[in-house]
């Protein structure tokens, strides 16, 4: 994603964006590759692998595509897929499934042709592909997306490969010495069941010191818990589990079992699948994008030309409770920060808007922090068996509550007949507090046969908490939040037909009887990042 009127370079692309595949940080350069059909905005039968680079993961240069197809293992497509840097020889390689010329799902290996060029232009495809098939117990088109590779103690490698066999979901794991000859494991790494395919899993070690650095794919010691990240395809969102790499069973043991209720954890509650994180050496932190697709009709696309775009890259690190991941845009989307205004202590009382004015709002970054009320005078939710998607849809940001809702109206016209609104309601549970937090695009825009689905998710909160903060990127199509420090994130895509460009405008507002303060607000017009083709660099 870039601030821009087309909210990311696949603007510069002019076609269909899917997933990121293999990020990688490699001689002062950051790798974006990406699924990519040149030919239309729609899916086709020829997709590839684009390829963008840059030095800052904010500009961007789009180079000729990676990986097309080229061979039997991989002439009916190329799929996903990750990259791994071999150490000692720093040698970027990248596994990828090709859709073979029986229309079976194959796992393939390319490397780059030029070890000296930093950026990677050119990619050539091993002799022994395909260097994985799918295994016995799995069908022939559910297997793949190969994961970042991992080394073990006993020096060999490491991957996992989403599955399916009937109605079981699985993670099928591979060993190999050479990273050329590969052994599967007989045993399922995950599994879950009646959900279908597994798609694109990543599996990842954080600190548990609460640290925001990351560590390296490989590492495993008592200072680290796993993460397995599942993209599962009937949900059509990403799911995570924190839990123990049992690496001399080669098992992942997650903290809990996946319920397909609200209850299970997600990177993003609204619109973000197949991601993928990566280990930015350079700065020792672990960077993660997701795909975000459109809301509006296949037709829309085709007349525009292009369709999905990439998140911002986020930071990702445990929490300090050790319950849940945190996200939040990485620093140098700060570059793009512009004009600035700041509000500092001013009260909402019951049916307040509070205009932010003195920005450009349709290209915005604002962060705000909100102080509460004594939480004691929430009104009761017991939200075991509650469905926070349905409240966020039944409990808009214009109905009253005790406290909240609260929150932005971003995209919003000046009389309030567009508006997309992220917002939190605080409730008392038993034995604790939870919040809710939403976001409405049911009146994000005029047009008809676009997805206006109300998003939501109820999270616990800290009993003593005083303050609670909000941090929307919002750009013209596409609103990522942040809420209570990056614990929970929401993504959605709008697409209004009156507030647009200057005629956007942005509030704080309050529909809770209790009144809130707005104690911190900071917001930031975004300039454009700096877009274009290889000897072509322009502002778009």
């Not at 603007?11 to 002062?28: D, F, Q, R, V």
């Not at 490397?111 to 022939?140: A, C, T």
């Not at 190969?146 to 490491?158: I, L, M, N, V």
């Amino acid at each position: 994603m870039v601030f821009s009127s087309s909210p990311s370079f696949v603007n510069l692309i002019l076609a269909l964006m899917l997933h990121p595949n293999g990020p990688m940080y490699y001689k002062g350069v950051y790798h974006l590759f990406y699924q990519h059909n040149p030919e239309a905005a729609t899916f086709g039968d020829r997709i590839v692998w684009g390829h963008s680079v840059s030095y800052d993961l904010i500009n961007w240069i789009h180079l000729n595509n990676a990986i097309e197809p080229s061979g039997p293992y991989d002439n009916n497509s190329c799929w996903s897929g990750s990259a791994t840097i071999i150490p000692g020889k720093e040698q970027p390689v990248i596994l990828y499934t090709g859709i073979d010329d029986k229309k079976h799902q194959v796992q393939n290996l390319a490397m780059p042709r030029n070890l000296s060029d930093p950026f990677l232009r050119e990619w050539i495809k091993h002799p022994q592909n395909p260097v994985m098939s799918p295994p016995s117990g799995v069908e022939v088109n559910n297997f793949r997306d190969p994961s970042t590779a991992w080394q073990g103690k006993d020096g060999k490698w490491r991957v996992v490969i989403g599955a399916q066999n009937g109605d079981e979901g699985k993670t099928i794991l591979y060993q190999s010495e050479d990273f050329v000859n590969w052994k599967v494991d007989p045993n399922p790494f995950y599994a879950s069941d009646n959900t279908g395919v597994c798609e694109c899993p990543d599996f990842f070690p954080v600190n548990i010191s609460g640290s925001k650095n990351g560590v390296d794919t490989s590492v495993q010691n008592p200072s680290v818990r796993h993460v397995l990240k599942i993209s599962y395809l009937r949900k059509q969102h990403d799911y995570y589990f924190l839990g123990k790499y049992v690496s001399d069973q080669e098992n992942f043991i997650p903290d809990v079992r996946f319920t397909g209720t609200s209850s299970d954890l997600r990177y993003d509650y609204g619109k973000f699948y197949a991601s993928k994180s990566f280990f930015d050496y350079a700065k020792n932190r672990r960077i993660l994008w997701g795909w975000v697709n459109e809301s509006d009709s296949t037709q829309d696309d085709i007349e525009k030309g292009w369709a999905g775009l990439q998140s911002i890259p986020r930071q990702v690190w445990l929490d300090k409770s050790g319950k849940r991941l945190v996200q939040w845009p990485i620093e140098e989307v700060e570059k793009l920060r512009d004009k600035h205004i700041s509000i500092m202590g001013e009260k909402l009382v019951y049916g307040s808007n509070l205009e932010v004015s003195g920005i450009t709002a349709s290209q915005a970054d604002v962060e705000v922090l909100f102080e509460l009320p004594e939480l004691q005078s929430a009104e009761f939710l017991d939200p075991d068996g509650v469905d926070p998607q349905l409240l966020c849809s039944q409990e808009d940001a214009s109905r009253s509550g005790i406290i909240g809702p609260f929150g932005l109206l971003a995209l919003a016209s000046k009389d309030l007949k567009e508006h997309t609104a992220i917002f939190f309601k605080i409730y008392r549970a038993p034995n604790r507090y939870v919040g809710l937090m939403c976001n409405d695009q049911r009146r994000s825009s005029f047009r008809h046969d676009l997805d206006k689905t109300a998003y939501g998710t109820i999270f616990d909160i800290d009993p003593n908490l005083k303050n609670i903060s909000l941090r929307s990127l919002i750009d013209h199509s596409i609103i990522e939040s942040f809420g209570d420090e990056g614990r929970v994130c929401i993504t959605s895509r709008v697409y209004p037909s009156l507030a647009i460009d200057k005629d956007a405008h942005l509030y704080a507002f309050n529909n809770g009887s209790q009144s809130v303060v707005v104690s911190k607000l900071n917001a930031w017009s975004m300039k454009q990042a700096e877009i274009g083709r290889e000897g072509n660099i322009s502002y778009t």
